[in-house]
């Protein structure tokens, strides 16, 4: 029995009927949560099972698509964001969206996430990791990186610059690391391997950004250094020109 005060549990069928239970309630209804949660959709025999949107009132996040025994699975869009109260004052910061398949409550088989900085992943993933094929592209500076994802990171694949210019090979911490292949627009290739080294910063530099919510790509936290298998000295310079 909820306490004087406290958020009692309501449903509201699409008769209108209130109840203080969903047991037994069969097709589309309205329940408010004790913890100020919302679902407004369809429920079998008590249950979320169908298409319905549950709103989150803790952090403001939002769910609309599938259910199945009350939880996100098949095709669904979730929009993530973070409450903010200042002095009784109620915003939100808006952290993401992704769209794409579910299954009991995680991100799971082929979906596109969108992150607020405008970087975008589109592939698949595994119980709320990136895994296996995927695309993640940069909107401030047009870069790709296109390959195999483990656990939330491109282990093998490319890096892809807007001229055409591009790497193959293996990644570590989502950039370059070891063996790989630099491919030129005029046909020219150029064989070698990265290695990454720990970015010594300034005095008057932060430190490196942590990966940000859901797993956008942050700023490097190596500085990446190039070792040409070739005497191509001009090539090798080029490479180590580009924007790293």
Not at 111 to 118: A, D, K, L
Not at 144 to 158: L, P, Q, S, T, V
Not at 212 to 229: I, S
């Amino acid at each position: 029995m909820a306490e004087e005060g406290e958020k009692k549990y309501k449903l509201i069928t699409e008769n209108r009927e209130t109840k203080d239970t969903s047991r037994g309630c069969t097709g589309k209804a309205t329940a408010f949560y004790t913890n100020g949660d919302k679902y407004e959709g369809d429920f079998l025999d008590g249950i979320r099972q169908g298409r319905g949107i549950y709103r989150y009132d803790v952090n403001g996040n939002n769910y609309e698509g599938d259910w199945v025994e009350n939880a996100k699975h098949g095709i669904g869009k979730m929009i993530y964001r973070k409450k903010n109260d200042d002095d009784g004052k109620i915003t939100f910061t808006e952290l993401g969206e992704y769209h794409g398949y579910w299954e009991n409550n995680r991100r799971h088989g082929e979906g596109v996430f969108t992150y607020p900085n405008g970087d975008i992943y589109s592939g698949w993933w595994r119980f709320g990791d990136k895994e296996g094929k995927g695309t993640y592209i940069f909107k401030e500076t047009g870069m790709k990186m296109h390959g195999d994802w483990e656990k939330g990171e491109i282990k093998r694949g490319c890096w892809i610059y807007p001229n055409g210019l591009y790497f193959e090979g293996e990644f570590k911490n989502n950039k370059p690391e070891g063996k790989g292949v630099w491919y030129f627009k005029n046909g020219n290739k150029l064989h070698g391997h990265y290695e990454q080294k720990p970015k010594e910063l300034g005095e008057d530099e932060d430190p490196p950004e942590e990966d940000g919510e859901d797993g956008a790509v942050a700023k490097p936290k190596f500085d990446l250094v190039w070792h040409t298998e070739a005497k191509i000295a001009e090539a090798a310079a080029n490479v180590n020109s580009v924007e790293q």
